[in-house]
């Protein structure tokens, strides 16, 4: 299999200049752009997600490729003695030297780390609407918690949480895509580019939920009440699996911008994978589990070759 490319896009901004570090313009104005969607006229404007300093794409001279998940970013030699977690070849899992490290890492937006993601609903007063009329509202606090995320063996940290929804991940994709999360259950913080799933590469059921994207085909109302009915919203999926479905109340997905008429939108989904007659599905996620992915983001999902399925 290929190597995998740590760096998932490159944010574009004419004209920027690391040595300014300028990075709240950066992350403000800048484009995100996929590898394979780079254009030569970007040459000297595309600066890396995690640590702003310039890449370059190789092979840098074909606008196009038969294969164009075989482009990919690099950093610069010269710019080496900027530490970046992009340049290991695998993800490493986050450690701190201390509690009060740890705690920084989480209040500068370094480390988010998800208590649970919201059963239900949250007042219409901590919603607001983003881009395409979709509602997001702020996280909410969790309890605190203790995390093993220390460098030294054995020990743990006390760490806030947030009360989050997977469309909290989906708003700003471009910038969550390379920040640590510590989701729930879990032990180690990863980027998130590591927990993404391509729901098409699963074939079987799996009881520890996992943060999956997927393809809708289309979707189908299961009944004519609304609140009490399910729609049963298929995806792409692996062709040894029959077929896979999210399953939620009609009015719920509707309010997700789920209906009859969304097809090949891309959803972000944290769930448990269970039978569904031959097929598999995720069944009845929380309120806060399942998001649709802003189209735009789309180019920068770590979709998986059909090759390698
Ligand atoms: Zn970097």
């Known amino acids: 299999?290929?190597?995998?490319?740590?760096?998932?896009?490159?944010?574009?901004?004419?004209?920027?200049?690391?040595?300014?570090?300028?990075i709240a313009t950066l992350e403000e104005t800048a484009e995100a752009i996929a590898p394979g969607d780079y254009l030569q006229e970007m040459k000297d404007g595309i600066f890396c997600p995690t640590c702003y300093t310039p890449l370059f794409r190789s092979p840098s001279d074909k606008p196009f490729f038969s294969n164009r998940r075989n482009a990919r970013y690099n950093h610069y030699e010269s710019f080496l003695h900027v530490p970046c977690p992009l340049?290991?070849?695998?993800?490493?899992?986050?450690?701190y030297d201390s509690e009060e490290?740890?705690?920084?890492?989480?209040?500068n937006g370094e480390l988010a780390v998800v208590h649970s993601f919201q059963t239900a609903a949250p007042d219409v007063d901590a919603q607001q609407v983003g881009a395409g009329g979709v509602g997001y509202y702020q996280d909410a606090d969790g309890p605190v918690g203790s995390y093993p995320i220390s460098?030294?063996?054995?020990?743990?940290?006390?760490?806030p949480t947030k009360i989050s929804a997977v469309s909290s991940i989906c708003r700003r994709f471009d910038l969550n895509l390379n920040k640590?999360?510590?989701?729930?259950?879990r032990a180690v913080a990863l980027p998130l580019t590591e927990e993404l799933l391509d729901l098409a590469t699963i074939t079987e059921e799996d009881p520890n939920p996992?943060?999956?994207?997927?393809?809708?085909?289309?979707s189908d109302r299961m009944g004519a009440n609304d609140v009490v009915h399910l729609r049963m919203t298929y995806f792409k999926c692996n062709p040894k699996v029959k077929d896979f479905c999210l399953?939620?109340?009609i009015a719920e997905q509707r309010e997700k911008g789920i209906d009859d008429e969304v097809r090949h939108r891309y959803v972000?989904?944290?769930?448990?994978?269970?039978?569904s007659g031959i097929g598999l599905c995720i069944n009845r996620p929380k309120w806060g589990e399942y998001a649709l992915l802003p189209q735009k983001y789309e180019p920068l999902l770590p979709i998986a070759e059909e090759s390698s399925m």
């Not at 896009?9 to 920027?16: C, G, N, Q, S």
């Not at 340049?87 to 450690?95: D, E, V």
């Open 247 to 249: 399953k939620a109340t």
């Open 268 to 275: 972000l989904i944290w769930g448990a994978v269970t039978a």
């Open 1 to 22: 299999m290929a190597r995998k490319n740590r760096i998932s896009h490159a944010l574009y901004l004419k004209d920027w200049d690391f040595k300014k570090k300028d």
């Open 101 to 107: 490290l740890a705690r920084q890492a989480v209040e």
């Open 180 to 185: 640590y999360y510590l989701l729930p259950g």
């Open 87 to 95: 340049r290991a070849p695998k993800a490493i899992a986050l450690k």
């Open 210 to 218: 996992r943060l999956y994207f997927a393809k809708i085909l289309h």
């Open 151 to 159: 460098r030294h063996k054995g020990e743990s940290f006390r760490l």
